[in-house]
């Protein structure tokens, strides 16, 4: 396999392609309302009505407008149906015909939601078919690890993600290149990569979405990280909970390794590279490295303290590279296009693009991939459209180590740094909007519980610690607290956020400390008036 | 403070892969996957996700055969069952339903459903009905945020989903016995 | 062999380089609370009573795991860091039921001298109070849950000194148990040598010997420094 | 100077902290010249005064009884003390605690163990309602000092009682603040 394997192989997917494409959307979102049954019943209509020849339906992966779905595209330049049911299908099949209008809602790809979009990591997503590797290759794909391998050192593959300003996309915006040079420079007999896809945080569906729609982005990624850093051996790391995820992974991994791209002598280079999937059961402290590692041991996922880091000693003690889907998702295209491309997106300390999943109380839900540094208004408000009904009161970023931001901090733009002065994160991508009828001292009993069921109980400030903030919490919500009450939350706060062993502990009060400063008086209307109302629908 | 001792009903000796009928094609196929991974001890995840998925749950004996055959000492291999949520060590109903619990699907009122089909089934979230019918789960964000909320009945996902639709559902399971 | 220089409240001192700053401390007469390290087995750093400032980091870090560095300024004193000690104190006596009048270990017990000297004089928190087992079905021994920290030095002395790995930890959170074997009653656990050395490691009334009334299990933890110093040494006077 | 208004209750404990400071013997007599105990186990008042200058609470809370003692003890007394472990902890009386709600604990213990003579005692009215749950009593009100110690030797209660004559801040230090 070399360059002009790859492009012919380009050429002859592209070749085969029919006049009149339909994509349908394939990933989890629409195919829990019916995206498989509506794919299905385009395939019958096209058949029935003779079109075969012509016309094709082709399953992608997400186009982003989950509320929307599913969603069907005509290509070229044709329209875009929303909420398509499967009885529909045959008019739209017949409207491509001359048969007249179909009687399905049409929607439009020229909304803010789409138009302001500025997709690097997502471009594949909804275009190309996940489950063919040649589909990716026709994109592009896996050019990028050719040049790497037979173009670049490993020194220049570095100097090229570190030049480009990439943070790492899992929550904390640690820069890429410096933990690549990390390990690149450990001198040891094995390293591995390892891809985080441990995606816990409630209301974070970025990277299942990747996964679903590009798994071959995520294993470019990896392979050209592998080079750089010198690791033959991959593993990635996926939650249980993605099962189509999983499924596609596997198809992917087993057509590169088909193919050679991954494997051995890749690309007739003596680079070689092996990656195998590990699911994970069920425990969102595996998503902090620490635990994930000891997970991939097969041993419970409970964190150590760092030093010694993964890039020094990681997986069975040897140095480790572990970065998330989103991140290995951008380093193809970095490579490819050069890393001042990539800078030039952005802002000075936030480089790149970021992609978030807008749910909660929100007109459109779904998957944007927008600069870094877009204001928060432009997100919620012209992609989002707003509220339905309502007013936006607050939006959640950063799932359980977040915090919620309040409407009178909109016009923040979105980068690292913004965000943790207004007391959240960035965190790996899930924004969930809130409006009125959302009590926040509700939605940080909500946070505090998931993360003291989720506490891997090793460490004493965050097993005993997030047990009694919620406690104390509940005492507030029932109307049983006092002003001493909110005293030790909040030094109880304080101390769990210092003094926890991993992130989980150190980032679980957030939510509760963010509320106290944004929103102290609907702590306090709980102690002067009794209960709160539980956030309602 | 009870004086009791806390432990399972059964016990067997360590090391014991007792029980196993040698025609049981289940265990000709863990066997396949623990030679997959070289009976390597840090395998011992994904052949419990395998043993779950052939048995249904984990019982102690299933449990025992692993760590033997694996050479990973008993309490350990227990530990790790323990700590991860998917894994179960009792058996599970003929139909689930698993509510999601993510942040979307919270202020989307998914706490009402759980609520409804609690009160349905008189059982809390993590049991099974008494009859062995239906088994109520909630789920950490199973990432269908953009359709909150999300239910997955019997493994499909389904969005949107409001108490009455589930309660509905959840009724033809308990009804029809099929 | 390289040695460090360095500052601990105030205090100059050396150590060598492969030193913990809470080893250093120790062989310099200051004192860091503890209560998952136990000399002999790993450092795990979960007790989180040793953190300590270092000059220049943001962050507190735990002594027992943190090693030594040249021109380190570490401050064990702080009123903060005896503030968050006082709190994790308060918080283990109010997670599990811990009766000092009614305990085995009551004039012997870490987590008790742990209160005196940070300055407890309560829990400002609320009893947890969880439901706990008490497991009499080992000849010699016993284990009550009620008394348990988690602080896991008796799987780390199973496991690490012993060799057995009879005890393990079963659920996550405040959930999670000290188990031994499958989850069998101890009395039942074959993996398990009746060593007693877990009866020594445990620092509170947890794992005691049975037919021991209140106030009457005194634990002797040099034993076990002494069995992995000889093992590793080859020296068998301390 | 005025004579000291001191008060001493017992709710859920043994006694042994009264019992314990009974143990102060000789120092008794010197605290008799400065000190009026105006309502405890030891004297007759059945109604708490006002105006109490110093409080020591025994025992844990464990009625509806209870609570509204300390309460009123709030109300009336310039410092509240815990005195003792089932005060500071629950200690014994709480370590019903973990067994669940009073209802079937009282259920299994009256009615149902064979050597019991299967009714429960007193009418709806007669007897305090147990609570579900023991606490200690700065669970229910503000508590100003802790003495802990089951019982606190007399030596420590004599320690404290100087503190408090000598209006130094009530904080014991060291073995002190020995529980058990």
Not at chain 3, 85 to 93: D, G, H, P, S
Not at chain 4, 16 to 31: A, K, R, T
Request: proline share 5%.
């Amino acid at each position: 396999m070399d360059l002009n394997d790859l492009l012919e192989i380009a050429e002859k997917e592209n070749a085969s392609a029919k006049p009149i494409r339909l994509r349908c959307c394939t990933a989890a979102g629409c195919l829990s309302q019916q995206g498989d049954a509506v794919k299905n019943a385009l395939q019958q209509a096209v058949a029935d009505a003779d079109m075969s020849d012509r016309v094709e339906i082709v399953g992608v992966g997400c186009m982003g407008l989950c509320s929307a779905g599913p969603l069907v595209k005509i290509d070229p330049d044709g329209a875009l149906f929303e909420q398509v049911q499967p009885e529909q299908c045959a008019s739209i099949i017949a409207s491509l015909n001359g048969g007249g209008p179909a009687e399905a809602s049409v929607g439009s790809d020229d909304i803010p939601f789409f138009s302001k979009q500025h997709p690097i990591v997502l471009e594949n997503s909804g275009r190309i078919n996940p489950e063919r590797i040649e589909s990716y290759i026709a994109a592009g794909g896996y050019q990028a690890l050719f040049h790497s391998l037979r173009e670049m050192a490993p020194t220049d593959v570095v100097e090229e993600i570190s030049k480009s300003g990439l943070r790492g996309r899992g929550g904390a915006g640690f820069p890429t290149g410096l933990k690549w040079a990390t390990v690149a420079k450990m001198k040891a007999e094995r390293k591995y990569i390892v891809c985080n896809a441990d995606e816990g945080d409630p209301g974070a569906f970025m990277d299942r979405s990747v996964l679903e729609s590009d798994p071959h982005r995520v294993l470019e990624g990896m392979a050209i990280a592998a080079y750089a850093v010198g690791a033959t051996q991959g593993f990635v790391y996926v939650r249980g909970e993605y099962p189509l995820a999983i499924s596609r992974l596997k198809t992917a991994i087993q057509q590169a390794r088909r193919m050679g791209l991954l494997g051995t002598q890749i690309f007739e280079s003596p680079f070689d590279f092996r990656v195998d999937l590990r699911i994970g059961a069920g425990a969102f402290v595996c998503g902090e490295e620490t635990a994930l590692l000891r997970s991939i041991e097969g041993q419970r996922g409970t964190p150590r303290p760092r030093p010694p880091f993964p890039a020094q000693s990681g997986l069975w003690g040897y140095p480790t590279l572990i970065n998330n889907v989103e991140t290995f998702a951008n380093i193809a295209p970095i490579v490819s296009k050069g890393s001042e491309w990539f800078s030039a997106i952005g802002t000075e300390k936030s480089k790149g693009t970021k992609v978030f999943a807008l749910a909660g109380k929100i007109t459109n839900t779904g998957l944007i991939e927008v600069p870094m540094g877009t204001p928060l208004r432009t997100i919620v408000e012209e992609m989002g459209g707003g509220v339905p009904n309502g007013q936006v009161k607050a939006v959640q970023t950063g799932g359980p180590s977040g915090g919620c931001i309040p409407a009178a901090h909109l016009d923040t733009p979105v980068d690292y740094e913004s965000l943790a002065k207004l007391g959240s994160i960035m965190g790996s991508g899930g924004m969930i909007v809130m409006d009125q009828s959302d009590n926040m001292v509700g939605v940080a009993k909500f946070f505090m519980e998931f993360c003291m069921d989720e506490s891997c109980g090793k460490c004493v400030p965050c097993r005993a610690g997030t047990a009694q903030i919620h406690k104390i919490l509940t005492k507030v919500t029932d109307g049983r607290a006092t002003s001493a009450d909110l005293e030790n939350l909040r030094s109880l706060c304080e101390m769990v956020k210092s003094a926890s062993l991993c992130g989980l502990g150190q980032s679980a009060p957030n939510p509760v400390l963010s509320t106290l400063r944004y929103y102290p008086d609907e702590y306090q209307a709980c102690i002067d008036g009794g209960a709160a109302a539980e956030a309602s629908a | 403070m009870s004086s009791t001792v806390a432990a399972p009903s059964k016990t067997a000796p360590a090391g014991g892969a007792k029980g196993q009928p040698s025609g049981d094609n289940r265990y000709k196929m863990l066997e396949a996957t623990m030679k997959r991974h070289q009976y390597a001890a840090d395998s011992l995840i994904e052949v419990l996700h395998t043993a779950q998925e052939l048995f249904g749950f984990l019982e102690v004996d299933l449990l025992l055969h692993v760590a033997h055959s694996l050479r990973v000492p008993p309490s350990r291999v227990y530990g790790v069952a323990t700590f991860y949520h998917f894994f179960s060590l009792k058996p599970k109903g003929d139909h689930t339903v698993v509510i999601c619990m993510g942040t979307a699907c919270y202020v989307k009122g998914a706490s009402q459903v759980v609520a409804a089909i609690e009160a349905l089934g008189g059982i809390k979230a993590g049991e099974t009905t008494p009859d062995g019918r239906v088994s109520l789960m909630t789920a950490r964000c199973i990432g269908a945020c953009g359709i909150a909320p999300a239910v997955v009945l019997d493994g499909n996902i389904t969005g949107k989903q409001t108490a009455g639709a589930v309660v509905d559902h959840v009724k033809g399971w308990l009804g029809n016995g099929s | 062999m390289a040695v460090k220089t360095l500052t601990i409240d105030g205090k100059a001192i050396s150590a060598r380089e492969e030193q913990t700053i809470l080893q250093a401390a120790r062989e310099n007469g200051i004192t860091i609370p503890t209560l998952c390290q136990l000399n002999g087995t790993s450092n795990i750093g979960a007790c989180r009573l040793c953190l300590v400032e270092v000059a220049g980091v943001p962050k507190l870090l735990p002594a027992c795991v943190t090693l030594v560095g040249e021109g380190m300024q570490v401050s064990t004193d702080s009123e903060k860091i005896h503030e968050y000690r006082k709190m994790i104190v308060e918080l283990l006596f109010a997670e599990r039921n811990h009766v000092c009048a009614a305990c085995v270990e009551n004039g012997h017990c870490e987590l008790q001298d742990l209160a005196i000297s940070v300055g407890m004089d309560h829990s400002r928190y609320d009893y947890m109070n969880p439901k706990c087992a008490v497991d009499i079905t080992h000849k010699r021994y016993g284990i009550d849950h009620n008394r348990c920290v988690l602080c896991g030095r008796c799987v780390r002395v199973c496991d690490e000194i012993e060799g057995a790995h009879t005890w393990d930890f079963q659920g996550r959170g405040a959930n999670t148990r000290t188990i031994s074997d499958m989850f069998v009653p101890w009395g039942q656990a074959v993996s398990c040598t009746s060593c007693g050395k877990c009866v020594q490691a445990c620092p509170t009334g947890a794992i005691f010997r049975r037919g021991s009334t209140v106030a009457e299990m005194q634990k002797d933890r040099t034993r076990l420094d002494f069995i992995v110093t000889a093992r590793e040494k080859k020296q068998w006077i301390a | 100077m005025d004579r000291v208004r001191l008060a001493t209750i017992w709710l859920g404990g043994c006694s042994g902290c009264h019992m314990s400071f009974l143990d102060l013997d000789e120092f008794l007599i010197d605290l008799a010249d400065i000190v009026d105990v105006v309502y405890g186990p030891v004297v007759d008042p059945k109604e708490y005064p006002d105006n109490v200058d110093i409080c020591l609470i025994e025992g844990a809370v464990c009625s509806d009884e209870h609570i509204h003692h300390v309460k009123n003890i709030r109300a009336k007394t310039k410092v509240v003390v815990a005195f003792g472990d089932c005060a500071v902890t629950g200690n014994v009386p709480a370590m019903r605690n973990p067994l669940g709600k009073i209802a079937p604990i009282l259920q299994e213990i009256y009615c149902e163990r064979p050597e019991t003579h299967g009714q429960m005692p007193g009418e709806k009215g007669l007897m305090p309602v147990l609570l579900d749950t023991v606490v200690p009593v700065h669970q229910v009100i503000k508590v100003d000092a802790f003495l802990p110690g089951c019982p606190p030797p007399a030596s420590r209660i004599k320690e404290f009682v100087q503190l408090a004559l000598s209006g130094a801040e009530l904080k014991l230090q060291g073995s002190g603040l020995k529980p058990g």
